[in-house]
């Protein structure tokens, strides 16, 4: 099988991608077998790990007290947004959250790095062209003030190395760091990713594992998944280390609503005349890009099998197209333009649409950092039919109506729309995952509380140098 194509969530570029050499192939193969141990100890830990109630009470009972006027600035970056590319899930956290940070009592300033120094930067008019840029690296140069802190919520693989050494100098001058680092699934499922993509993680990750002040994680299982990849590495005893504090946050589920603090999405070109058929047929909506992450095989399959055995339903499928082989097999399949819709990525407009004809959300990610369509399903009113992953559980407890294939047949995912099926509309409305509903206002007060105020889930010890493998 070839690898799939580069996942455009995380990085964007058209240009040819040189093969690794021999120190970088090297490199890969020690990532490939820490990797291996990574995932044993994993398993261990996800049948004794609980969530930590403690964290969130502490946490609401921090955002519970006014946030205090300050002095301070929050420096957001937002260099991602000053490139021409298709938005991704990131940059939804990204823009909510300059919207609502920028509602608290603390100046926050987006900057972005232009190739020779750290920027403040703007704003740009909104366009129908979903790849247009949505900020611009335009206005003076950064001059880090007292009591400066830089949030970093995107994930900018492209960031040179000057622009890291611009950042040591303005932590040098008093500035502080706070990065959030969505999950490091890509190099504990390095067979997920092409090569290119693994190494420019790790190097990413090793960097701002030595830069920042604070770690912020969007679930307490991507933090516990950040300690166990860490504690994966095997370092000399006398390898210098600090202390990193880790907070967790909860991200918000109204981006995708009408009217919420994200900008919202324009469909991609193919996709904007599609609407549902208005009819009876039950419809149910995935929203995944198609990789292997994602979990659209066992979708594909799971749909397969009843539409083979007579069942009539209907599922759509909104996500770019990430997976060259499994695409093909998508567009090849017989229910194609009937029972399965493929339009590509939908606008938010669509995406609300699909939603109030669903019956459920399918989720069938193998894994997740937090899990952002089940919170905006909550958001929708949408019940949700997902696969027993350890974050789907920590965000939204037993109310999802889940399958899980590794329990047996009746479990599978097959098995379990079948049941849905035939379950009475007041049941399924059972399984509208509120527990993960929430706003992004919230999000933007917890992160003023641990950014500010400091509040610590974890504090990891790391090498003062970037970790290797």
């Keep these: 099988m070839p690898p799939p194509a580069m996942d455009s969530e995380r990085m964007s570029t058209r240009s040819p991608i040189p093969r690794p050499n021999e120190a970088q192939l090297a490199h890969l193969l020690r990532l490939h077998r820490r990797a291996l141990g990574f995932r044993n100890a994993q398993a261990e830990a996800d049948l004794t790990t609980t969530v930590d109630l403690r964290w969130r009470q502490r946490l609401a009972a921090r955002c519970s007290l006014p946030p205090a006027p300050r002095k301070a600035r929050i420096l957001y970056s937002v260099g991602t947004l000053c490139r021409r590319r298709f938005p991704t899930s990131i940059d939804r956290v990204v823009l909510a959250l300059r919207e609502e940070l920028g509602r608290l009592p603390v ?42 802190q830089l949030l970093i ?14 950042l040591m100098r303005l932590k040098a001058a008093g500035m502080r760091i706070g990065t959030i680092v969505h999950d490091v699934f890509i190099v504990i499922r390095p067979e997920w990713f092409p090569l290119h993509e693994i190494l420019a993680f790790d190097a990413w990750l090793g960097r701002q594992l030595s830069l920042a002040d604070r770690i912020l994680c969007p679930s307490q299982h991507s933090a516990r998944q950040l300690r166990l990849w860490l504690a994966s590495a095997a370092l000399p005893s006398q390898t210098p280390r600090r202390a990193l504090p880790v907070s967790v946050i909860e991200l918000g589920s109204d981006g995708l609503a009408e009217g919420g603090p994200a900008p919202s999405w324009a469909p991609a070109p193919g996709a904007a005349g599609f609407s549902v058929p208005d009819d009876s047929c039950p419809t149910f909506l995935a929203v995944a890009a198609i990789h292997p992450r994602k979990g659209v ?89 997902a696969r027993d992953i350890p974050v789907f559980r920590e965000i939204a407890g037993d109310q999802p109506f889940w399958f899980q294939s590794a329990r047996g047949q009746q479990h599978t995912l097959a098995a379990r729309l079948r049941d849905w099926l035939e379950l009475p509309e007041a049941q399924r409305r059972r399984h509208v995952p509120t527990l993960a509903g929430g706003t992004w206002a919230r999000t933007a007060r917890q992160i003023h509380a641990v950014l500010l105020d400091g509040l610590d889930f974890d504090r990891l010890q790391v090498p003062e140098a970037p970790i290797r493998a």
């Design 153 to 166: 919520a995107e994930l900018d693989y492209r960031l040179p190395v000057q622009g890291h050494r611009e």
């Design 297 to 385: 095989d066992t979708l594909l399959a799971g749909c397969s099998a009843l539409w083979g055995a007579g069942l009539d339903f209907r599922l759509v499928l909104s996500g770019r197209s990430l997976d060259p082989e499994l695409t093909a097999r998508i567009r090849a399949h017989p229910q194609l333009g009937d029972r399965l819709l493929f339009p590509g990525f939908l606008g938010d407009a669509q995406l609300r649409a699909v939603a109030a004809r669903a019956q459920a959300m399918i989720l069938p990610s193998r894994e997740e950092g937090f899990g952002l369509p089940m919170a905006e399903a909550a958001a929708l009113g949408l019940p949700v039919i």
């Design 107 to 148: 100046p926050v300033v987006p900057v972005a790095f232009d190739g020779q120094c750290w920027r403040e930067a703007s704003a740009q008019p909104s366009t129908d062209d979903p790849k247009a840029p949505r900020m611009a690296a335009d206005g003076p140069p950064v001059t880090v003030q007292a009591g400066d």
